[in-house]
């Protein structure tokens, strides 16, 4: 055969595995239908059957030896000799593989006459259909899949056209779309430089290990056991372990298991690199959560692309994670801008889909709050200065309103307007507000002190139904309505500086626990003459 170096000796072996991949399909099928047959004639009333089922078992044993055979020219030269290569050689193979075959679909369609000759036999031909269907499938793409050399299969004049064509486009592609390597791309300098841990008890194979990473432009610390593995990966950061499997302190699965059960550490690529080269061990590391498993003594080329796919798989999650936190802080700072725009249950409303928000609600106490005189101090002071001083104030009543769980609705220049009983059922709403009332006059006393002019309130208090809901798209509101909201309005505006203003409804909620002064009748807009009372203190 061609040099393993060359071209043809890559499109040889190529065209070998499309060779392999071609024929084994069928055969696997072929065997795995007869092991079905063979169990339902044991389980079964189908015993006569067994005879020629066991004929196109060991027919079908036969055709996976020839197939291997063909894809592994050392076997074949056990049997055959230095001629493999001949062109000969190739088409006593094809004539070989038709022997078992021809032997399958004999008898198998001898016993697919029997078996639709009983009433019961449904699936035992339906079976027997799949097996023959794949033994002729086998048998119509023999002539143009056996080949070593694309050169031998061009020439042959005898070749299926169809497939001889196949098979070699098949192979030029492969061999055009992945380039071969150089004996230099161990030694490369990597494209994601990293800080590589390897763990081995083996001196010489941590410092083998060591010199070919540094090479490669990676930082590494070595460990020569599981245990200062573990304590290592606990102080400093790493991009990826290196770990050998046999060591005598903790076993690599171990260390491995370990890595994967820590929250802290389990994002961490292992690979794991062993002499115990057997299905067991690499299937339990994978299961276990290692990026990947080497055997030794390990290709430095395979190992370069190894560690380079798991480096760049790392990077792609801390990528990831790193943009999953970006946006679930901007979801954290969006959701805190908008529950300073609505109340919270509003909030929960709208992410639920509700596009329309109107409620009709009873029992709410509303208060609205105004400064006296502000206009003219509005143009006394500059505009940072007053801005700054309604911010503080403003500020202040926000901190009573949430202490006492009243809603703030919203400031209209120097009027502070909150609700409370608008969420859930609350009976204590009127109680609520008049303890922030309260609180709000004491509050403005204090900063007073502070502030460069003085300033006194206004506030009118006043409980019944209301309309409550969301509005407008762009710069949307929570706000609500309704007569009761208009006479809280009209308390404010008739009331006194520094008094607390309340209707008869809220009198009459508050009595029991509030020492509330008569006013007497006071005239309001739209509403004539109602009783009023001001709200003194606690009893």
Wanted: net charge negative; aromatic share 4%.
């Amino acid at each position: 055969m061609p040099d393993a170096s060359s071209s043809a000796g890559r499109t040889d072996r190529a065209l070998i595995a499309y060779v392999q991949q071609e024929l084994s399909a069928p055969a696997i099928a072929i065997a795995g239908y007869v092991e079905l047959l063979l169990e339902e004639a044991q389980k079964s009333a189908y015993a006569t059957f067994r005879d020629d089922l066991d004929r196109i078992h060991n027919a079908s044993r036969a055709l996976s030896d020839l197939i291997a055979s063909l894809v592994s020219p050392s076997r074949a030269r056990e049997a055959h000799g230095d001629d493999v290569e001949s062109g000969e050689y190739r088409r006593r193979l094809r004539h070989d593989l038709r022997t078992p075959i021809n032997a399958i679909k004999g008898y198998g369609e001898m016993l697919r006459e029997d078996a639709a000759a009983l009433d019961d036999a449904a699936a035992l031909v339906a079976d027997l259909d799949q097996l023959l269907a794949e033994a002729s499938r086998l048998l119509d793409g023999i002539d143009g899949l056996v080949s070593f050399s694309l050169a031998d299969e061009e020439a042959r004049p005898d070749a299926d056209s169809g497939a001889q064509t196949l098979s070699a486009r098949v192979a030029h592609r492969f061999v055009a779309s992945v380039q071969p390597i150089s004996k230099r791309d161990g030694e490369d300098a990597a494209s994601l430089p990293s800080h590589i841990l390897v763990v081995d008890d083996n001196a010489s194979n941590r410092d083998l290990l060591r010199r070919r990473l540094e090479r490669q432009g990676h930082s590494v610390s070595l460990a020569e056991g599981g245990s200062r593995a573990l304590a290592m990966v606990r102080e400093a950061p790493f991009d990826l372990i290196l770990l050998d499997l046999l060591m005598p302190d903790i076993s690599g699965f171990d260390v491995l298991s370990t890595l994967k059960a820590d929250p802290a550490l389990s994002d961490i690529p292992v690979i794991v690199i062993s002499a115990l080269n057997e299905l067991d061990s690499i299937v339990r590391c994978i299961e276990a959560g290692a990026e990947d498993y080497l055997a030794k003594p390990f290709d430095p080329v395979l190992l370069r692309a190894r560690i380079g796919s798991s480096l760049e798989k790392k990077r792609l999650r801390d990528r990831e994670r790193a943009a999953l936190e970006a946006l679930r802080i901007e979801k954290e700072r969006s959701e805190h801008l908008l529950l300073n725009i609505l109340p919270a249950p509003i909030v929960d409303r709208l992410k639920g889909g509700e596009s329309l928000i109107a409620d009709q609600l009873g029992n709410v106490t509303i208060l609205f709050a105004d400064f006296v005189g502000f206009t003219e101090l509005s143009s006394r002071l500059p505009a940072p200065e007053l801005v700054s001083v309604l911010g503080r104030v403003f500020s202040a009543f926000d901190a009573i309103a949430l202490e006492h769980g009243v809603e703030k609705i919203k400031t209209i220049g120097d009027a502070y307007m909150v609700a409370c009983g608008l969420f859930g059922h609350r009976e204590d709403h009127a109680h609520a507000v008049a303890r922030m009332a309260m609180a709000m006059i004491e509050t403005l006393a204090r900063l007073n002190e502070e502030l460069p002019a003085q300033l006194e309130i206004r506030i009118g208090i006043n409980s019944g139904d209301v309309v409550a809901g969301v509005i407008g798209t762009h710069k949307f509101i929570y706000d609500i309505w309704g007569d009761a909201v208009n006479v809280a309005s009209r308390l404010e505006s008739t009331g006194l500086p520094g008094r607390i203003q309340v209707s008869q409804t809220t009198c009459e909620r508050l009595r029991d626990d509030f020492v509330l002064e008569p006013r007497g009748g006071v005239e309001l807009k739209g509403k004539g003459s109602i009783e009023t009372y001001f709200l003194a203190h606690r009893r």
